[in-house]
T-cell receptor
Framework: KQEVTQIPAALSVPEGENLVLNCSFT??????LQWFRQDPGKGLTSLLL?????REQTSGRLNASLDKSSGRSTLYIAASQPGDSATYLC????????FGTGTRLLVSP | DAGVTQSPTHLIKTRGQQVTLRCSPK?????VSWYQQALGQGPQFIFQ???????QRGNFPDRFSGHQFPNYSSELNVNALLLGDSALYLC???????????FGSGTQLSVL
């Protein structure tokens, strides 16, 4: 059974800090990995998509890396802002998309 | 350009009833998938539709069924509702050649 785990479950940081969110998965035979952001009671917004043949993707202050052999991905957020406060979800496409339980991020002014 | 739209936004039902949720995909998208998200959990994949056929299915009972129409819109039907079916139901769409998913804002279903 494919499983996706995210650590930490919650994170609170002051504005301006650089931070790293972690995602691990049990099966290295993946098609792709996506990072999403979810605001309370809302749908998900795709942040970054990494194909299985890629090692990383960048978008603005966000950088996501993928290491299939170790079953891990990290999402790096540079110079965090209060508007970054949300839940960040990692999703791995095996034969279907499997989500982690997310990391709740709070960035304080 | 409208994104993924879902209706209704909120719904209250009682145990044993049936419910239908609706989804219109983002313009240009032909693949629709449905997810169930319980409070504090990540979304769980229910099924995916492409070319009006169910292509993939997650670990959900037959009480959960769906449909995709020729205009690519989709419905999720749940029969014999249980208290445990209370959740946020999310619809997502994409094209067959691009894996990036676009999500709607969801339908919050409460079963009393």
């Amino acid at each position: 059974k494919q499983e996706v785990t995210q650590i930490p479950a919650a994170l609170s940081v002051p504005e301006g800090e650089n931070l790293v969110l972690n995602c691990s998965f049990t099966d290295s035979a993946i098609y792709n990995l996506q990072w999403f952001r979810q605001d309370p009671g809302k749908g998900l917004t795709s942040l970054l998509l990494i194909q299985s043949s890629q090692r990383e993707q960048t978008s603005g202050r966000l950088n996501a890396s993928l290491d299939k052999s170790s079953g891990r991905s990290t999402l790096y957020i540079a110079a965090s802002q209060p508007g970054d406060s949300a839940t960040y979800l990692c999703a791995v496409e095996f034969q279907k998309l499997v989500f982690g339980t997310g990391t709740r991020l709070l960035v304080s002014p | 350009d409208a994104g993924v739209t879902q209706s209704p936004t909120h719904l209250i039902k009682t145990r044993g009833q049936q419910v239908t949720l609706r989804c219109s995909p983002k313009s240009g998208h032909d693949t629709v998938s449905w997810y169930q998200q319980a409070l504090g959990q990540g979304p769980q994949f229910i099924f995916q539709y492409y070319e009006e056929e169910e292509r993939q299915r997650g670990n959900f009972p037959d009480r959960f069924s769906g449909h995709q129409f020729p205009n690519y819109s989709s419905e999720l039907n749940v029969n014999a509702l249980l208290l445990g079916d209370s959740a946020l139901y999310l619809c997502a769409s994409k094209t067959a050649v691009n894996e990036k998913l676009f999500f709607g804002s969801g339908t919050q279903l409460s079963v009393l």
